[in-house]
């Protein structure tokens, strides 16, 4: 009896120890789960790319503790592309650290053709007009051939990349490319065991004056003849129109009130 008592504590027990170690698996899958991050309302990917597209989204928020979301829509009540991209932020709510909050956004209108970014909060700052518009640049012919997978994705690889330099920074300068740090390191490195080389030769003592006779040797003559001085003034025009191609827009507020950087175009 006694025994049986014991085993039925020690069922009791087990129970409960179990179910404490069983709580924080269940928290945890809970907590891995996937922000949706992707909105392919115009069903321009495939179940497969867009799990991919997913996936790399989450990951490159973490970093940059900003949402990169992709919208897509074939505007069938015809709205411009910015209005769409405000409104979608403004009920919607998206953001990293909270609802409305750290998000940038590509707005893709097959309707019209028009490609909208936008950064909101922390992106506003880090992705500002300009480097929307380097963005921009960098992926409106992916779409323009129908490649929106990979554009959807320099997107997102190019914003986070840009977001890892402060502002006002050329996130495009050569000096940054880790590529062109190699060669310089290289040549650099090259340059210093050449030196290294050519002092370990020994030094040359000999020079013009070791054969010269200094009694017989000397300047025969010298002569400066001064003919004249000509300047000539030419007066350069400069353009009063800016250089640039379609696109730009710039940034504005939602109607709910949310500040943010902006850049549109065709493709």
Same mark, same amino acid.
């Given at each position: 009896?006694?025994?049986?008592?014991?085993?039925?504590?020690?069922?009791?027990?087990?129970?409960?120890?179990?179910?404490?170690?069983?709580?924080?698996?269940?928290?945890?899958?809970?907590?891995?789960?996937?922000?949706?991050?992707?909105?392919?309302?115009?069903?321009?990917?495939?179940?497969?790319?867009?799990?991919?597209?997913?996936?790399?989204?989450?990951?490159?928020?973490?970093?940059?503790?900003?949402?990169?979301?992709?919208?897509?829509? /074939?505007?069938?009540?015809?709205l411009d592309v910015v209005l769409i991209?405000?409104?979608?932020?403004?009920?919607?709510?998206? =953001?990293?650290?909270?609802?409305?909050?750290?998000?940038?956004?590509?707005?893709?209108?097959?309707? /019209?053709?028009?490609?909208?970014?936008?950064? %909101?909060?922390?992106?506003?700052?880090?992705?500002?007009?300009?480097?929307?518009?380097?963005?921009?640049?960098?992926?409106?012919?992916?779409?323009?051939?129908?490649?929106?997978?990979?554009?959807?994705?320099?997107?997102?690889?190019?914003?986070?990349?840009?977001?890892?330099?402060?502002?006002?920074?050329?996130?495009?300068?050569?000096? %940054?490319?880790?590529?062109?740090?190699?060669?310089?390191?290289?040549?650099?490195?090259?340059?210093?065991? =050449?030196?290294?080389?050519?002092?370990?030769? =020994?030094?040359?003592?000999? /020079?013009?004056?070791?054969?010269? /006779?200094?009694?017989?040797?000397?300047?025969?003559?010298?002569?400066?003849?001064?003919?004249?001085?000509?300047?000539?003034?030419?007066k350069i025009e400069k353009s009063s129109?800016?250089?640039?191609?379609?696109?730009?827009?710039?940034?504005?507020?939602?109607?709910?009130?949310?500040?943010?950087?902006?850049?549109?175009?065709?493709?």
């Amino acid at each position: 009896m006694r025994r049986q008592g014991a085993l039925l504590g020690l069922g009791v027990i087990l129970f409960f120890l179990l179910g404490h170690l069983l709580l924080p698996i269940s928290f945890a899958s809970a907590d891995a789960g996937e922000k949706k991050l992707i909105f392919d309302k115009a069903k321009l990917l495939t179940e497969e790319e867009y799990a991919e597209l997913n996936t790399m989204a989450n990951e490159y928020a973490a970093k940059r503790d900003t949402d990169f979301i992709i919208l897509t829509t /074939n505007n069938d009540l015809n709205l411009d592309v910015v209005l769409i991209t405000e409104k979608f932020y403004d009920t919607q709510a998206p =953001g990293y650290d909270k609802p409305h909050g750290n998000t940038a956004i590509l707005t893709l209108d097959m309707k /019209n053709r028009e490609v909208y970014l936008a950064g %909101f909060y922390k992106a506003e700052k880090y992705l500002d007009d300009e480097r929307l518009d380097r963005i921009r640049s960098k992926i409106t012919a992916e779409f323009s051939e129908g490649n929106y997978r990979l554009g959807f994705e320099k997107f997102i690889k190019t914003s986070y990349k840009y977001m890892g330099f402060e502002p006002g920074v050329d996130p495009d300068n050569i000096l %940054f490319n880790v590529g062109f740090q190699v060669i310089a390191a290289l040549v650099m490195g090259g340059l210093v065991v =050449g030196i290294m080389a050519a002092r370990t030769g =020994g030094r040359v003592t000999v /020079n013009r004056h070791t054969y010269e /006779n200094a009694r017989t040797s000397g300047v025969v003559d010298r002569e400066d003849r001064f003919i004249r001085t000509s300047v000539t003034k030419q007066k350069i025009e400069k353009s009063s129109s800016s250089s640039g191609g379609g696109g730009g827009g710039g940034g504005g507020t939602t109607s709910g009130g949310h500040s943010h950087s902006g850049s549109r175009g065709s493709f």
